[in-house]
């Protein structure tokens, strides 16, 4: 680095300080200069091995070439558009996305965020049905933008004042951790039919929704057990809620399937998707059913921003739909995530503060624990070992819920094993540091 740079990055810092509004906590300690593949580099020239894929976002590895020439095609042809007039990538994302989607998600729109996907799928389901009663689960996130929020219990509840009228939570499924103390290990899923008999209590009789996330990655990487989702669905189609499945970080190959659902034996009524189809450009997605979709317009369903259908946004998750299938990355996902878990069990054998491991494909999560009998969270170790992680060049996150002590792991689908072999190492390391052994 030139003395130049050096002195324009110290500079930067100082700024950081005096101008960025602090919306995380701390920020980290390092700028990101450039990411290739599955590393970032900092300010030094140190290459960072990235198990986060930034926000859970760059599932082809950061920077894939496939997306850079996408945008460098927008930049010469279109880039923003007034948002009622279509352009040739946006109708051409539809027919590929449809391609892979069932007969009953073939009606779709395109918008930049996670939180304004789903801001559209409450706002059909509301629409479609009438009620506004909104059902999620404990330790849920669907977003910060007003109803989105409204159904994230995971944290960043409190100050903000009173949530979305008729949002309702009910027990989220904890294998680990049963919500209501009922099981250990093997949910018999009484927390869901406890949760129903909770709405049931407090509907006033205006259902529109349950919005779900397969798994729940911001809790912990929570895996319901085999059957919820079906159980689930009939529960909704009793009460004449639509079920909404909120796929930001499990669709597109991370789970080993194009989409969770696939592994589910259900279909949502409505699906979001977000973070992993555009690979770092913002971009999101809400699908439904040509029946929901045609009741909504007769009802004059409104959702008007001023980056829905942007052509540049289009192009690029077009280019990343074409990469997962040419690179068969969902199958390959499948393959690494079997060899990941192995590994890490194998790290769990090790360290007795590893209390679990769970997820599927490329998404897993750790549990620390103080002691693996009482199940004590121990979120300071979670955070330290965090913090080593990322001394010794890898980033991986511990999630911020106050009752959770997990480590969430989601490496790009284009890993290697060479890599993730180098990032148990510096995991081994780190535990081991953290406990003083």
């Known amino acids: 680095m030139s003395a130049n740079t050096s002195g324009d990055v110290g500079r930067l810092k100082e700024a950081v300080d005096k101008h960025m509004i602090r919306y995380v906590g701390a920020f980290a300690p390092y700028f990101g200069m450039k990411a290739r593949g599955s590393f970032i580099y900092d300010e030094s020239g140190r290459e960072i091995l990235d198990f986060c894929s930034g926000q859970m976002c760059a599932t082809l590895g950061h920077n894939h070439p496939a997306v850079t020439e996408a945008i460098e095609q927008s930049c010469r042809d279109a880039i923003h558009l007034f948002s009622g007039l279509l352009s040739p990538p946006v109708v051409r994302l539809a027919e590929e996305l449809g391609a892979i989607l069932p007969p009953a998600l073939q009606k ?23 009620g506004f009663e909104i059902v999620a689960l404990t330790g849920s996130w ?31 499924p904890n294998c680990y951790r049963c919500p209501i103390k009922h099981c250990r290990d093997k949910c018999d899923m009484t927390c869901l039919d406890v949760g129903f008999a909770l709405y049931d209590s407090q509907s006033v009789g205006a259902p529109a929704a349950v919005i779900v996330e397969p798994i729940q990655s911001s809790a912990g990487i929570i895996v319901p057990p085999d059957g919820y989702f079906v159980r689930l669905k009939a529960l909704c189609d009793e009460r004449g809620l639509l079920l909404i499945f909120d796929e930001a970080q499990t669709a597109l190959g991370r789970l080993g399937t194009n989409f969770a659902f696939d592994q589910l034996g259900v279909v949502p009524d409505i699906l979001t998707l977000s973070k992993t189809l555009g690979n770092g450009v913002p971009m999101a997605a809400t699908a439904t059913s040509d029946r929901i979709e045609e009741e909504c317009f007769e009802k004059k369903f409104l959702f008007y921003t001023s980056h829905v259908s942007d052509p540049l946004p289009a192009a690029v998750a077009l280019a990343v739909l074409r990469v997962l299938r040419q690179e068969n990355l969902a199958e390959r996902a499948a393959e690494m995530g079997r060899y990941f878990m192995d590994a890490l069990r194998g790290l769990q054998q090790r360290y007795e503060c590893i209390g679990d491991v769970r997820g599927r494909g490329l998404l897993i999560g750790l549990e620390v624990v103080k002691d693996r009998k009482t199940r004590q969270p121990d979120r300071p170790l979670a955070h330290k070992v965090q913090r080593l992680c990322l001394e010794m060049g890898l980033v991986l996150h511990a999630v911020r819920a106050d009752s959770q002590s997990s480590v969430r792991l989601a490496p790009p689908l284009t890993v290697s094993k060479a890599e993730l072999d180098k990032g148990i190492e510096i995991m081994d390391s780190a535990f081991r540091h953290a406990l003083g052994s």
Not at 153 to 163: D, V
């Open 108 to 130: 779709m729109m395109f918008m930049s965020t996670g939180s304004e996907s789903n801001e559209a799928a409450l706002r059909m389901a509301k629409l479609k049905t009438g």
């Open 142 to 172: 669907h977003g910060m933008t007003a109803a989105a929020s409204s159904s994230t219990y995971n944290g960043g509840r409190t100050g903000y004042g009173p949530a979305t009228v008729g949002t309702i939570a009910i027990p989220g």
